[in-house]
């Protein structure tokens, strides 16, 4: 059957203070409060040295993001806050990125459309099943694919700006099809879950 996990009552006696001030949560904020920056200097970059700051920006975003889950597991400061701040900020960075390279790559705002899509009715899903008491026990191969795929091309367009126009369009439809088929594939998972709720 779907992998699904009950509602995590590891850390739902730590008070909200503690959860909202813990480190792992206060790198997530972090990571959000960096997204007007990396877009900035994306839109606004004209040189080389301007676009590989922007990426050197996004760098940061990602290493913030493996810490708050290492510290998060490592000293058991697992919170059902950090289960929400963390995804809603990769999410967010992710947005923030692809909206950015759309303004340079026009063949990217179909891709920006079908990730707001894609992530609004996840995002949904995820809200129904919390009520049910239960959630989707992390992301499947499929979105881990497509994600890794779209960071790949994310980074390879940003690092080179002035890549080959043909280039750029078979990448984008790369990360753009494996959107695609992740979101088609996760509806019968979702449909699994609320049946079995």
């Given at each position: ?15 909200l ?14 990571r ?12 606004t970059?004209?040189s ?15 290493i ?7 510290i ?7 919170t ?6 963390d995804?809603?900020?990769?999410k967010?960075?992710q ?19 079908l990730?707001?899509?894609k992530e ?24 881990k694919?497509s994600?890794?795929v779209?960071y790949?091309?994310m980074f390879?367009?940003?690092l ?8 750029a369009?078979m990448?984008?439809?790369l ?21 079995e709720?």
């Amino acid at each position: 059957g779907v992998q699904t996990c009950a509602l995590p009552i590891l850390t739902s006696d730590m008070p909200l203070r503690k959860q909202i001030f813990s480190i792992p949560n206060i790198l997530g904020y972090f990571r959000i409060l960096l997204l007007p920056l990396i877009v900035w200097r994306y839109v606004t970059a004209d040189s080389i040295a301007e676009f590989h700051m922007a990426a050197v920006i996004i760098g940061i975003s990602g290493i913030t993001d493996f810490l708050d889950g290492f510290i998060a597991r490592k000293f058991n400061m697992i919170t059902n806050l950090g289960k929400i701040v963390d995804p809603v900020a990769d999410k967010l960075t992710q947005a923030a990125i692809v909206f950015s390279l759309s303004f340079r790559f026009q063949w990217l705002i179909p891709v920006v459309v079908l990730f707001v899509i894609k992530e609004g009715v996840m995002g949904i899903m995820g809200v129904i099943l919390l009520k049910k008491g239960k959630m989707l026990n992390g992301a499947k191969w499929f979105g881990k694919v497509s994600t890794a795929v779209l960071y790949v091309v994310m980074f390879i367009l940003i690092l080179a700006p002035n890549i080959q126009e043909q280039i750029a369009n078979m990448l984008i439809v790369l990360s753009g099809f494996l959107l695609l088929m992740s979101f088609i594939l996760y509806i019968p998972v979702y449909k699994k879950i609320l049946s079995e709720a």
